[in-house]
């Protein structure tokens, strides 16, 4: 594929563009847990039930994964994220009128279908556009991710306790719907992304690389999507108030922005990342370790070391991925793979956490199994020597 270099200015607007619409896709999950025990003081939800706000989500975006590459080359990519804007727009407008819990599950659900077809393109844009910066500006796209989740978590709270209403906390979030799709639509429609008819399509259900990829970033990811549905209401257990529950979840996804910022241009100054995923990955485990043995002690501690491993192991896990291929829309079809099996991983972990709560009484144990499956992790990237990428995924 033949790739369009952009200029300087329009590049910027390009990813000033991309900034916004990767703003959305996370305050949709993220506003929920800080206003979980509202939600279940107005509609009845077991702990169980109350993780499917985050597992369907996240298995919508596992499974939209696998069709969003071709959506985006039928439609083209351009007003494929127009289209992904309105249903995340629409869904998460809805909450505003909801009365049980199978419409929430439901908003939930169309808003993760939205988001996968997102995140299903913007790797092979970004790889495709920003050739030279591919680790800067995939760490600024998933770090945007982070800040939206970031500012729902923190301000959804404040929301509510201003307008009296949980649905509103939910709700609100759809301006940020709105303003990123005046700016996407403003795009000039040569600057919009570049389709491919020549695109290769691979199957990777048949490489073992591809699957070491997938689970690892669907491990990693599973640490992410249970912080961000239990760690709010963990705290709440606690005798924190929502609001500050919901703080203290802010100030872990800002630590997630500032990592998801930093780490990509640290590990650029090299091809191998390894040594980068290892500190990525203790910090992970101490910030769980602290949150089991001492979460009242140093409370902005803990968060703080698994905002910074889980911001920066993120972006990382996706540029790991981008790396064993050149070629712009292989490497798409590799990081859609590995995010759709991933996001199939993460998305069973909140609800495994929920039953934990309900049948033990405590989110612990759900931290001590996150912290053996870091552990894991840490073993899992010894295998990732860039020497041997190119015998792995030809």
Request: aromatic fraction near 8%; hydrophobic fraction near 55%.
């Amino acid at each position: 594929m033949e790739t369009v270099r952009t200029t300087a200015r329009p590049a910027l607007l390009l990813m000033f563009a991309i900034v916004l619409v990767a703003l959305n896709l996370r305050p949709s999950m993220a506003a929920i847990g800080p206003l979980l025990s509202a939600i279940r003081g107005d509609i009845e939800l077991s702990f169980s039930l109350a993780s499917l706000l985050t597992m369907l989500p996240v298995m919508a975006m596992g499974v939209a994964m696998f069709f969003g590459i071709r959506v985006s080359q039928r439609l083209g990519e351009h007003r494929t994220v127009v289209l992904s804007l309105l249903i995340i727009g629409v869904a998460t407008a809805s909450r505003l009128f909801l009365d049980s819990a199978a419409e929430l599950i439901l908003s939930a659900v169309l808003a993760g279908v939205g988001i996968a077809l997102i995140q299903a393109l913007m790797p092979a844009l970004i790889k495709s556009r920003f050739r030279d910066n591919v680790a800067l500006c995939m760490g600024l796209y998933v770090t945007s991710i982070m800040g939206g989740a970031a500012i729902a978590a923190a301000f959804a709270p404040l929301v509510m306790i201003r307008t009296g209403s949980w649905r509103v906390g939910l709700a609100v979030w759809a301006a940020l719907a709105v303003v990123a799709l005046i700016f996407w639509m403003a795009q000039p429609a040569q600057q919009s992304l570049i389709e491919s008819k020549s695109a290769t399509r691979q199957s990777f259900f048949n490489n073992s690389r591809a699957w070491l990829l997938a689970i690892f970033f669907g491990l990693g990811t599973a640490s992410y999507t249970c912080v961000l549905a239990w760690l709010a209401p963990y705290y709440v257990e606690k005798g924190w108030s929502e609001q500050d529950a919901g703080l203290l979840l802010g100030f872990l996804t800002a630590m997630e922005v500032l990592s998801g910022l930093a780490t990509p241009a640290i590990a650029n100054r090299s091809r191998d990342r390894r040594l980068v995923l290892v500190v990525l990955l203790g910090l992970i485990m101490a910030g769980f370790c602290g949150l089991i043995l001492g979460p009242q002690y140093l409370s902005l501690m803990w968060p703080c070391l698994l905002g910074l491993g889980i911001g920066g192991l993120f972006p990382m896990s996706l540029i790991v991925s981008m790396d064993h291929l050149d070629h712009p829309q292989r490497a798409g079809s590799l990081t859609a793979f590995v995010q759709g099996i991933g996001y199939l991983i993460a998305g069973v972990s909140p609800l495994l956490a929920g039953m934990i709560r309900d049948h033990l009484g405590s989110f612990e144990w759900a931290w001590w199994g996150l912290t053996a499956v870091v552990a894991l992790m840490i073993l899992m990237v010894l295998r990732f020597d860039p020497r041997h990428y190119a015998r792995h995924i030809h």
